[in-house]
């Protein structure tokens, strides 16, 4: 059974950064790809950011150049590091391995001065 506990969450002014972790446990970490995606209220889930087994990522258009998504394999962990934070960046966001239908509880991101 797939286990996910994201944190780092929080609330930060308009240009700010956060680091976002997700713990995973009960599957070979280093073979699976990783995502994280966010839902913002009263919006649908949306993806956010992959990383391969192979350290290939690919983001969501609104996100590139602002987040950066790494993994650390001996911590069984996927980080998502966020600059230049925007209010719309707000949202609840969610680590998710591609090939389980699994998520985690989730953390909370509020950008807003």
């Known amino acids: 059974q797939v286990q996910l506990v994201e944190s780092g969450g929080g609330l930060v002014q308009p240009g700010g950064s956060l680091r976002l972790s997700c713990a995973v446990s009960?599957?070979?970490?280093?073979?699976?790809?990783m995502s994280w995606y966010r839902q913002a209220p009263g919006k649908q889930r949306e993806f956010v950011a992959l990383?391969?087994?192979?350290?290939?990522?690919n983001y969501e258009d609104s996100v590139k150049g602002r987040f950066t998504i790494s993994r650390d394999n001996a911590k069984n962990t996927v980080y998502l590091q966020m600059n230049s934070l925007k209010p719309e960046d707000t949202a609840v966001y969610y680590c998710?391995?591609?090939?389980?239908?699994?998520w985690g509880q989730g953390t909370q991101v509020t950008v807003s001065s």
């Open positions: 998710k391995p591609p090939a389980f239908d699994s």
């Open positions: 009960g599957i070979s970490f280093s073979t699976y790809g």
């Open positions: 990383i391969t087994s192979g350290y290939y990522s």
